[in-house]
């Protein structure tokens, strides 16, 4: 079996597809089309800068730790919401139910005026309400990572209800079964 990475460290892959010139670059839509195989729940990340709450959808999102409570979001540094979470160092996270596809296309790029979210704030860190799950964070540490940055968030409230989570494949929206 080959490793997935070179003994140079450049990206290879298995059976040389992919790869392209003299530099051996790794091809950009393969490795999106690649990342897109992996099925993940979908987010809405926030944050409040002012009285004004800013969203948008993400996948991003992992656990960092549970002592202490630890989460982790990646975030583009040209999406408009990299720098109000740096300006506010609080972050919302919004776990989508499979019922908040609308959410999830809305706070996605696509506005929807059927779409009118609700916010609840936890020490004025706004979530969408009625999502599946809900967890409010105060930055941490932000770490660089390629064009993105990785927001570490200690987490200082918890909001959780029962349903099926919204997931996010192949560049779709799907549901479980």
Known sequence: MSS??????????????G??????????????????????GVTVITTMVGEDVH???????????????????SIARKARIHALIEASAVFGVSILHAGQELHGRHFGGQASAECIPGFTAHEGIPMLDDALASIA??????????DHTLFLGRVRHLRVTDGEPLLHF???FRKIG
């Open 4 to 17: 997935p990475v070179a003994e140079n460290s450049s990206p290879s892959v298995e059976g040389g597809a």
């Open 19 to 40: 790869l392209s010139g003299a530099t051996q670059t790794l091809d950009k839509a393969l490795f999106r089309q690649a990342l897109g195989r992996f099925a993940t």
């Open 55 to 73: 969203g948008m959808t993400a996948s991003a999102f992992m656990s960092g730790s549970l002592e202490p409570p630890l989460v982790v979001i």
């Open 137 to 146: 964070a105060t930055v941490e540490h932000a770490y660089a990572c390629g």
């Open 170 to 172: 192949t560049g779709n």
